[in-house]
Protein backbone atom coordinates (compact mmCIF):
# COMPACT_ATOMS: atom_id res chain seq x y z
CA UNK A 1 0.00 0.00 0.00
CA UNK A 2 1.53 3.30 -1.22
CA UNK A 3 2.30 5.51 2.17
CA UNK A 4 0.48 8.77 2.09
CA UNK A 5 -2.96 7.44 1.51
CA UNK A 6 -5.92 7.80 3.45
CA UNK A 7 -5.90 3.98 3.13
CA UNK A 8 -2.39 3.56 4.88
CA UNK A 9 -3.15 5.89 7.70
CA UNK A 10 -6.55 4.53 8.62
CA UNK A 11 -4.67 0.97 8.49
CA UNK A 12 -1.92 2.91 10.80
CA UNK A 13 -4.32 4.04 13.63
CA UNK A 14 -6.25 0.86 13.26
CA UNK A 15 -2.53 -1.30 13.75
CA UNK A 16 -1.77 1.22 16.61
CA UNK A 17 -5.16 0.96 18.36
CA UNK A 18 -4.70 -2.54 18.40
CA UNK A 19 -1.38 -2.73 19.15
CA UNK A 20 -2.20 -0.30 22.70
CA UNK A 21 -5.37 -1.70 22.90
CA UNK A 22 -6.58 1.88 23.54
CA UNK A 23 -7.46 5.19 21.16
CA UNK A 24 -4.13 5.86 19.23
CA UNK A 25 -2.51 9.35 20.99
CA UNK A 26 -0.77 11.84 18.39
CA UNK A 27 2.51 10.93 20.45
CA UNK A 28 2.67 7.85 19.02
CA UNK A 29 3.10 9.04 15.68
CA UNK A 30 5.60 11.38 14.35
CA UNK A 31 5.27 15.16 13.74
CA UNK A 32 5.45 14.35 10.34
CA UNK A 33 2.99 11.27 10.42
CA UNK A 34 0.37 13.78 12.85
CA UNK A 35 0.64 16.35 9.99
CA UNK A 36 -0.33 14.16 6.69
CA UNK A 37 -2.69 12.86 8.86
CA UNK A 38 -4.17 16.10 10.09
CA UNK A 39 -4.19 16.86 6.47
CA UNK A 40 -6.28 14.22 5.07
CA UNK A 41 -8.97 13.74 7.48
CA UNK A 42 -9.23 17.02 9.65
CA UNK A 43 -8.67 17.35 13.96
CA UNK A 44 -7.44 13.78 15.49
CA UNK A 45 -11.18 12.78 16.49
CA UNK A 46 -12.30 13.18 13.03
CA UNK A 47 -9.15 11.00 12.15
CA UNK A 48 -10.20 8.59 14.65
CA UNK A 49 -14.18 8.64 13.18
CA UNK A 50 -12.26 7.97 9.76
CA UNK A 51 -10.57 4.87 11.05
CA UNK A 52 -13.54 3.50 12.62
CA UNK A 53 -12.04 3.93 16.23
CA UNK A 54 -14.71 6.09 17.83
CA UNK A 55 -18.33 6.96 17.04
CA UNK A 56 -19.05 10.04 15.16
CA UNK A 57 -20.31 13.06 17.17
CA UNK A 58 -21.59 14.33 13.46
CA UNK A 59 -24.00 11.46 13.45
CA UNK A 60 -25.19 11.94 16.78
CA UNK A 61 -25.84 15.76 16.47
CA UNK A 62 -27.72 14.29 13.20
CA UNK A 63 -29.98 12.13 15.24
CA UNK A 64 -30.78 15.35 17.81
CA UNK A 65 -31.48 18.05 15.20
CA UNK A 66 -34.27 15.24 13.29
CA UNK A 67 -35.45 14.19 17.19
CA UNK A 68 -35.84 18.15 18.47
CA UNK A 69 -37.35 18.91 14.87
CA UNK A 70 -39.85 15.95 14.92
CA UNK A 71 -40.80 17.05 18.51
CA UNK A 72 -41.21 20.81 17.28
CA UNK A 73 -43.41 19.47 14.24
CA UNK A 74 -45.58 17.25 16.84
CA UNK A 75 -46.01 20.56 19.04
CA UNK A 76 -47.43 22.59 16.44
CA UNK A 77 -49.53 20.29 15.17
CA UNK A 78 -50.90 19.91 18.44
CA UNK A 79 -51.47 23.83 19.23
CA UNK A 80 -53.54 23.62 15.64
CA UNK A 81 -55.65 20.90 16.77
CA UNK A 82 -56.43 22.67 20.22
CA UNK A 83 -57.04 25.81 18.77
CA UNK A 84 -59.82 24.12 16.65
Not at 12 to 17: N, T
Not at 33 to 59: H, M, T, Y
Request: aromatic share 8%; hydrophobic share 30%; glycine share 4%.
Amino acid sequence: MPENTREHYIARLREVAERERRMPKKSDFSVEDVNRIKGLFGPWPWCLEAAGLKESKQEQRKQKNFEKRLRAKLRRTEEVTEND
